[in-house]
């Protein structure tokens, strides 16, 4: 029997590096990439089959069909929030047309090897748009159907790709005579912010708590692109990883959603400065706001009540926010630039 296939499309990015390195550590799955980039060599090594392309190309999407058994996807491609203000038809062609083919890849996939395609899509917080601050203090915690407004256009191709995944997994061509649905097994994660050691994010607009980090123990000066009292939630990316794989093994009848809040600690920008600070005593770290970004982070929740994940599949994160900096964050960060 050929081993079991998981496809990881946007491989080369942050999420991809932490999942390639704990798939290869298990062994149990062969691992193939698709990324528009060559993935860098820490990475390239544990894969069985890297492939340089965009998920916008059909063919190159047939190929993979015919040749491997693909029963796992995790759809990591897209472009940030704030890259995909600056082009946002680009942002849509591969945050929506690059999903939407996914989904149908998935779809004949699945009718060909004859099992469920389990495909496991990282949405975020950028799907909410609170509409003020007010409204944001008032809100506290968010729950998945609350003010789903997105301002960005990530955030709407976000949620609307949420929408398209529970379509093929529940609807998908409800009017044929025979039933097509089922066959993609669609789950979602709503991300926090993601903070990893190893890399820096690129073109989002949570980026500013990693990029304080990563400049201090740089010895570089960093002005801060919100106010202090700007306030979201965010996570560890071991974590993010963690949620990423334990969705993808929990067993389909516990999952009474498609879209899931994950979340972990939510500090002001003015509590990463002290701690930041407080571990690189040298750090300058400056407040240079940028109207605009922080209009587009005012919009995102100040935190997610994340109670759906831990009752349906175990969600559970290990770091909070003490245990996040002095046991993961900083000292892995340290070594890194040591
Ligand atoms: C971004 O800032 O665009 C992302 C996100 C919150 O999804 N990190």
Not at 164 to 183: D, I, N
């Amino acid at each position: 029997m050929r081993k079991p296939v998981v496809l990881i499309t946007g491989a080369g990015g942050e999420i991809g590096h932490g999942l390639i390195d704990r798939l290869a550590g298990r062994g149990d799955r062969a691992i193939v990439t698709i990324d528009i980039s060559r993935l860098d060599e820490t990475i390239a090594k544990k894969v069985d089959r890297e492939v340089t392309g965009s998920i916008l190309d059909r063919a190159l999407l047939e190929r993979l069909m015919a040749e491997y058994e693909i029963d796992l996807i995790f759809h990591l491609a897209a472009l940030l929030s704030t890259r995909s203000e600056f082009t946002p038809m680009a942002a849509h062609q591969v945050n929506v047309e690059g999903t939407m083919s996914l989904l149908e890849f998935a779809q004949h996939e699945a009718e060909s090897h004859g099992r469920p395609v389990v495909f496991i899509y990282p949405s975020s917080i950028a799907a909410y748009g609170l509409p003020d601050l007010e409204t944001k203090q008032r809100a506290g915690r968010v729950s998945e159907d609350q003010y789903l407004h997105p301002t960005t256009m990530y955030g709407c191709n976000k949620l609307y790709c949420e929408l398209l995944g529970t379509y093929y997994a529940r609807h998908y061509k409800q009017l044929a005579a025979e039933a097509h649905s089922g066959r993609v097994d669609f789950r979602a994660v709503r991300f926090p912010g993601l903070i990893s050691a190893l890399t820096l994010p690129a073109g989002g607009t949570s980026d500013y708590a990693p990029e304080m980090i990563h400049a201090a123990a740089r010895g570089e000066r960093y002005g801060c692109f919100v106010r202090p009292d700007t306030q979201i939630p965010f996570m560890a990316m071991t974590d993010g990883v963690d949620a990423l794989l334990t969705l993808a093994a929990a067993p389909r009848e516990r999952l009474q959603r498609t879209a899931y809040n994950v979340g972990a600690f939510n500090p002001t920008a003015q509590e990463i400065r002290d701690v930041v600070v407080e571990a690189f005593p040298g750090a300058e770290i400056a407040w240079a706001v940028d109207r605009k970004r922080q209009g587009i982070v005012d919009s995102w929740p100040a935190d997610v009540d994340d109670s759906a994940a831990r009752r349906d599949w175990g969600f559970a994160p290990r770091y909070d926010w003490q245990r996040a900096f002095s046991e993961y964050l900083i000292p892995t960060i340290r070594q890194r630039y040591a």
